[in-house]
């Protein structure tokens, strides 16, 4: 607990927060449509996400040695582009028609609604799903692998229980397809986040939201 109540941490954690905040504006505004909740929503996740975020600068480093925020080699770059331009193609080819015409609400309609639902991914979603579970569980576990698999796990268990609470029923051979893309992804995430840092991950994500460009002002 000495890391996270560092004010070095905690100045971090709040300067992160209030961006990550900033940038959920547009989807709560635009694609959920609160009347008169969005202050309160925006105030809700600024003090969720200081929270996460002190995981992030407080744990990641000192249990890794490798910075949150780093550099990436051009071989790298190179490699996770090519490779996260491959995997969009595979989603819209193969899973995309089949999944959006179950899920429309899930693909954005028009241009605005792409940006709100990008900024909503690259803000938060990393956060919640990798960065934030990963080094939590590294610093509770001290190892490695465990953490890795934990947030595999995490990223694909979230997805599951948002589709319980809509109450859409997939085939199984399906639910099995999306369960192993999530943890796929996960895993993916997860590696880019230690050899890349938080830039590397955004950029792999941002690289999978383009795909959806392909869908706007088009009927699933």
Known sequence: MRHLLQPRVLNQAALAAAVSAL????AFDLLMRVPGGVPLLEFTIFICTTVLWGFVFAWHTPYTSRPVFAKPESRLFLAVTALGLVVAVVYAAWL????RPKLPK????????WFAATLFNLALQQLFLVFAPYDWCLRLTKRH?????FTMLFAAAVPIMKLHLMNVQLSPALLALML??????GYLAVTFYLRGGIFLVCWWAL??????LLYLNTTP
């Open 106 to 113: 899930e693909y954005p309609a028009n241009y605005p609604e």
């Open 145 to 149: 692998r465990v953490a890795i698999v």
């Open 23 to 26: 940038a959920a504006y547009p």
């Open 207 to 212: 690289l999978l939201q383009v795909r959806l």
């Open 96 to 99: 995309d028609p089949i999944v």
């Open 180 to 185: 192993i893309m999530w943890a796929l992804g």
